[in-house]
């Protein structure tokens, strides 16, 4: 159980197109996933808090305009990266957490890799 | 601010050796605890986790973790390491007035010596 599924797993894009990374957490409910970043060799670092039905919550130095975020249910979540620069090639994790867990757990994604040309 | 700190960025262990991993984080209260296991491109795997109750904690494939208050640290041991344990740990910290969010220290990347 607790299984949380990131489609797609690798992608390659062009400078200035937009990507969208999916987020899904298969056989549980739940009300907030949170989107990471990680750069090689480095630690995760949260990017926003999503809750389903309500607008994203950003950390400090993320723009909001260039990654969009929507929960539209209770499964999915989704990241969408706006006119993608080479910069913003990053390994890009999801975590979500579930309804029945009484400490708050989060479970993790496997990750997408955006490599942008 | 709250933090986690991971002293060690590389660790390098002969197998059948044992292990400790440490981790320190900042703050007044017990917060929840968690050990994550990342291979090259992959994603998180949890070992273990505290919550409450007894502070030595058991995970998956041989981890254990012992939380202890007074040094505000949460380290991770394995009595006997395998070639299989080389990867990249990270502890992270939900300090549960974040909205649980988790707080990730830098790391520690293991290798293992045959």
């Known amino acids: 159980g607790a299984v949380v599924s990131q489609h797609p797993s690798r992608v390659i894009c062009k400078s200035g197109t937009s990507v969208k990374i999916e987020c899904r957490s298969l056989?549980?409910?739940?009300?907030?996933m949170f989107w990471y970043r990680q750069f090689p060799k480095q630690s995760l670092m949260l990017m926003a808090t999503?809750?389903?039905?309500?607008?994203?919550?950003?950390e400090q130095g993320v723009e909001k305009d260039k990654f969009l975020i929507n929960h539209a249910s209770l499964t999915l979540s989704t990241l969408t990266v706006t006119s993608a620069h080479p910069e913003d090639s990053s390994f890009y994790i999801c975590?979500?957490?579930?309804?029945?867990?009484?400490?708050?757990?989060?479970?993790f994604g496997p990750g997408t890799r955006l490599t942008v040309l | 601010a709250q933090s986690v700190t991971q002293p060690d960025i590389h660790i390098t262990v002969s197998e059948g050796a044992s292990l400790e991993l440490r981790c320190n984080y900042s703050?007044?209260?017990?917060?929840?605890l968690f050990w994550y296991v990342q291979s090259p491109g992959q994603g998180l795997q949890l070992l273990l986790k505290?919550?409450?109750?007894?502070?030595l904690v058991q995970g998956i494939k041989g981890f254990e973790a012992e939380f202890k208050r007074s040094q505000s640290s949460f380290n991770l041991r394995k009595p006997s390491v395998h070639w299989s344990d080389a990867a990249e740990y990270f502890c992270?910290?939900?300090?549960?007035?974040?909205?649980?969010?988790?707080?990730f220290g830098q790391g520690t990347e293991l290798s293992v010596k045959p």
């Open positions: 975590s979500a957490r579930s309804l029945a867990s009484s400490y708050n757990e989060q479970f």
């Open positions: 056989d549980f409910q739940a009300t907030t």
């Open positions: 999503s809750n389903e039905g309500s607008k994203a919550t950003y």
């Open positions: 703050y007044g209260a017990t917060p929840y």
């Open positions: 505290y919550f409450s109750g007894d502070t």
């Open positions: 992270a910290v939900d300090f549960y007035n974040q909205g649980g969010k988790l707080i």
